[in-house]
T-cell receptor
Framework: DAKTTQPNSMESNEEEPVHLPCNHS???????IHWYRQLPSQGPEYVIH???SNVNNRMASLAIAEDRKSSTLILHRATLRDAAVYYC??????????FGDGTTLTVKP | EAQVTQNPRYLITVTGKKLTVTCSQN?????MSWYRQDPGLGLRQIYY???????DKGDVPEGYKVSRKEKRNFPLILESPSPNQTSLYFC?????????????FGPGTRLTVT
């Protein structure tokens, strides 16, 4: 199964952009790159996903490398409510879904 | 409101006493999945279901059973729970094609097996 690698933790200042990296060198051609986040005492929450092109939604942007072996989740202006564990996962149509350890984002006021 | 519900939210039980954790979604999703979350181990997939009567093993299926008799429900069954199944469990569902569908997660069930 394709795996993802993320830094254990990152820090950001409030109202500054945050770039969360993810490596997925064994990604297959049909895998989508998904990002979820988990706030304390809650279930994971969908953030964004994409296949090849960069994606934007109201929560974040997803930048996907041309070779698709890495991606970056961009939070344009971090707020204290963005402090969470962020997971980058690959999803194929076979149904398996493997979460890595995620990145714990700390946002400082 | 679109949601995934799980019951119970908290459960303390004893070794060997069969239990079922229910999961229900109201979004008419084909795909449903169960995960467990343990400190330092992240989220690990137990079982998943691509549609009614179609289930498959995830990464950690040992000691668990599932069934998918109806589209909306995907119960997780522990026939003989053991202390190493003490964990936080999440159910999730998604629509459209599996790869291109966002997963919606339930609120979690905290299980303690003594």
């Amino acid at each position: 199964d394709a795996k993802t690698t993320q830094p254990n933790s990152m820090e950001s200042n409030e109202e500054e952009p945050v770039h969360l990296p993810c490596n997925h060198s064994t990604i297959s051609g049909t895998d989508y790159i998904h990002w979820y986040r988990q706030l304390p005492s809650q279930g994971p929450e969908y953030v964004i996903h994409g296949l090849t092109s960069n994606v934007n939604n109201r929560m974040a942007s997803l930048a996907i490398a041309e070779d698709r072996k890495s991606s970056t989740l961009i939070l344009h202006r971090a707020t204290l409510r963005d402090a969470a564990v962020y997971y980058c996962i690959l999803r194929g149509n076979a149904g398996k879904s493997t979460f890595g350890d995620g990145t714990t984002l700390t946002v400082k006021p | 409101e679109a949601q995934v519900t799980q019951n119970p939210r908290y459960l303390i039980t004893v070794t060997g006493k069969k239990l079922t954790v229910t999961c229900s979604q109201n979004m008419n999703h084909e795909y449903m999945s169960w995960y467990r979350q343990d400190p330092g181990l992240g989220l690990r997939q137990i079982y998943y279901s691509m549609n009614v009567e179609v289930t498959d093993k995830g990464d950690v299926p040992e000691g668990y059973k599932v069934s998918r008799k109806e589209k909306r429900n995907f119960p997780l069954i522990l026939e003989s729970p053991s202390p190493n199944q003490t964990s936080l469990y999440f159910c999730a569902s998604s629509s459209r094609t599996v790869a291109n569908g966002e997963q919606y997660f339930g609120p979690g069930t905290r299980l303690t097996v003594t």
